[in-house]
């Protein structure tokens, strides 16, 4: 039999024809092409975030310096009234009552004005006499009225206006139908933070202030208000204020139109939401709490802050950590992934109320166009492609007939040795490859028969050494009765792992679990029993900690659990989890708890026993302490 090689074969086919060349002129159009549209796209992205950068920092830059300039105004006009208010008390016996405001009795037992004749109301609080005195201030306080009003009609964002005194009296426009039903029959202006907030205590400068957020006695909802102590002889005399809803805020300034569909919302230092537009509810998935509901004949006696309320609860950690530094004047990443999308975040400060006004934008409304254009290109690419496979679907039909006779000469001893590789090592009799007549194909085969026969002696002998190391391993290093690792394991993985912890500064925590007299229970329930307790407790181990954590029993009652990547506050929480589980367990009608205690790797750390020292420490002040605890 005359033999022939491969290579002549292959180059007498194909390898000489201009298929190859073809396809490479046309690959390399295709990587131009892609690679040209891809830099574009780049360039464009560029451009549309640099515009981001300066169009919305811009919007939120006009939204603070609305929120500035209309709270200046605010603070400006009470100081106004300040001045006003003061030298009124200062010659309140000087002036003449010159209205007909009358007042009565309410049947919960509070003094007010009962015609509306007048622009304001009048409450007293039952608590309060009334003397002639007293009547007579109330009503001069009429004086006051005329710009109290001015003040809320003149400034769109200011609700109201009053006069809170240390009597227990309020002067507020504007007026309010049977004012008695809205308050406390008790009132107690001492218990608002619109009263409080400016007394010598709060505010010893005497200057104009602001409160947090609070829920409005009088029915208006979530409210701030810029507040003025007013002094006569360094007596404080009452309170002069200005109200500004939470509502107002969110029409007048949280409305402000940003580009790429942004949407806005103010946070104070503590990271409560003071206000946010629905769409900011939406995506952060929280209650929209602006506009607060009151029940039936709510009265309230006290300052109701909107973070005791309704709570706010953060569903994204990576924002609330911005926020976090954000507040705190840090730098701060510009964004963050929720829900599998990534906004942009852009901030200002509104210094007056130690607020910050946040705006975000999702990436897909930024890049909306740029994603529209690159869906083009890649139609594009794709019709291109599809030509170019319709060329070579031609060019191949055109050569079928010679290949088919190229793919019969190789294939069929092609196709033994594929038959021979998809069972080689998996049975134990191999079938011999037999001569084709090419060289290069023979030598295979018999190199292949060769080697399957030596695979096979080795894979047996192989099996049997794999199998002894596998069994004398893991008796070494697992605990007969609780199956997890012993002190031998530990010492052999504590070398190498504090080792990996130096290089790459890694964290490890680790708990140190002992059972609360377990002597008792063996002495009192048999050593089966005790056996049983070390089962359960290795049970709920392994059911509160990760995969890659370590449970290893120390001896006796006293277990060891490694915890890599987590620090000691991580630690703590796990271990309150195994407290809480272990104090539910009821199996075999016995409960039984622990003592924990816990340590940290650091840098002095050495080996593996610095960590359970500490914690042997910890876990001793634990049993100290009353057992069934952590420390």
């Known amino acids: 039999m005359e033999k022939i090689t491969l290579k002549k074969i292959i180059y007498k086919n194909y390898l000489k024809t201009t298929l190859t060349s073809i396809f490479f002129i046309e690959l390399a159009l295709l990587i131009l092409y892609f690679n040209a549209n891809n830099n574009i796209l780049q360039k464009s992205t560029k451009f549309v975030l640099k515009d981001v950068k300066e169009s919305v920092y811009d919007r939120v830059k006009d939204i603070k310096y609305h929120f500035d300039s209309s709270f200046l105004v605010i603070e400006n006009n009470l100081k106004s009234l300040q001045n006003e208010q003061e030298n009124f008390f200062e010659?309140?016996?000087?002036?003449?009552?010159?209205?007909?405001?009358?007042?009565?009795?309410?049947?919960?037992?509070?003094?007010?004005?009962?015609?509306?004749?007048?622009?304001?109301?009048?409450?007293v609080s039952k608590n309060s006499s009334i003397t002639n005195d007293l009547k007579e201030e109330?009503?001069?306080?009429k004086y006051l009225e005329k710009n109290l009003k001015a003040n809320v009609v003149n400034n769109q964002i200011v609700v109201a206006g009053y006069f809170n005194s240390r009597h227990n009296y309020s002067r507020y426009y504007p007026f309010i139908n049977k004012a008695y039903n809205s308050f406390p029959a008790d009132l107690n202006m001492k218990n608002y933070n619109f009263y409080y907030k400016a007394d010598i205590k709060h505010n010893p400068e005497k200057k104009v202030t602001w409160t947090n957020v609070y829920l409005d006695p009088a029915g208006q909802g979530w409210m701030i208000s810029a507040i003025a102590p007013i002094y006569k002889n360094d007596v404080l005399q009452g309170v002069v204020g200005l109200d500004v809803t939470v509502d107002i805020i969110i029409r007048n300034f949280l409305t402000l139109k940003i580009p790429y569909k942004g949407e806005s919302f103010l946070i104070d230092k503590n990271l409560e939401i003071i206000a946010m537009s629905r769409k900011i509810a939406q995506i952060l998935k929280v209650k929209n709490f602006n506009n607060y509901e009151y029940e039936k004949d709510e009265k309230i006696s006290n300052t109701i802050f909107k973070s005791e309320k309704e709570p706010l609860k953060y569903k994204s950690i990576e924002l609330k950590n911005i926020l976090k530094d954000v507040v705190n004047n840090k730098k701060y990443k510009h964004d963050f992934l929720l829900d599998g999308k990534r906004y942009f975040i852009f901030t200002e400060q509104i210094e007056k109320l130690s607020w910050h006004t946040i705006t975000l934008i999702k990436e897909d409304d930024i890049?909306?166009?740029?994603?529209?254009?690159e869906k083009e290109y890649l139609y594009l690419g794709l019709i291109v492609i599809i030509l170019i496979v319709l060329f070579y679907l031609i060019f191949f039909i055109y050569l079928h007939k010679k290949a088919n006779d190229f793919v019969y000469t190789i294939n069929k001893p092609l196709s033994k040795i594929i038959n021979m590789t998809k069972t080689l090592g998996s049975t134990k009799k191999q079938i011999e490859l037999a001569d084709c007549g090419i060289m290069e194909i023979d030598e295979v085969n018999k190199n292949f028969n060769k080697l399957a026969k030596e695979l096979e002696n080795r894979t047996e002998e192989l099996i049997k050494?794999?199998?002894?190391?596998?069994?004398?391993?893991?008796?070494?290093n697992t605990d007969a009765l609780t199956k997890v690792y012993n002190r031998r394991f530990l010492e052999d993985f504590s070398k190498k792992y504090f080792e990996i912890l130096k290089r790459e500064k890694g964290i490890l925590s680790i708990l140190l679990v002992d059972i609360d007299d377990f002597k008792a229970i063996n002495d009192n329930y048999g050593h089966d029993m005790g056996d049983q307790v070390l089962l359960d407790l290795v049970d709920i181990m392994k059911e509160k900690i990760r995969e890659n954590d370590f449970i290893v029993r120390l001896g006796g009652d006293e277990f060891l659990i490694l915890l890599p990547n987590s620090n000691i506050n991580g630690a703590k929480t796990v271990a309150q989890k195994l407290i809480d589980c272990i104090n539910k367990n009821t199996k075999n009608n016995k409960k039984f708890t622990v003592s924990i205690g816990c340590s940290e790797y650091n840098i002095n750390d050495k080996e593996i026993h610095s960590l359970i020292k500490r914690a042997d420490t910890s876990l001793y002040d634990a049993k100290k302490d009353g057992k069934n605890k952590i420390v």
């Open 138 to 141: 109330i009503k001069k306080t």
């Open 91 to 123: 010659q309140i016996d000087n002036l003449k009552i010159s209205n007909n405001e009358k007042y009565k009795f309410a049947e919960n037992g509070m003094y007010y004005n009962v015609n509306n004749e007048t622009d304001s109301s009048v409450i």
């Open 465 to 476: 050494t794999e199998a002894s190391r596998a069994m004398h391993e893991e008796l070494s």
């Open 367 to 373: 890049l909306s166009e740029v994603k529209d254009l």
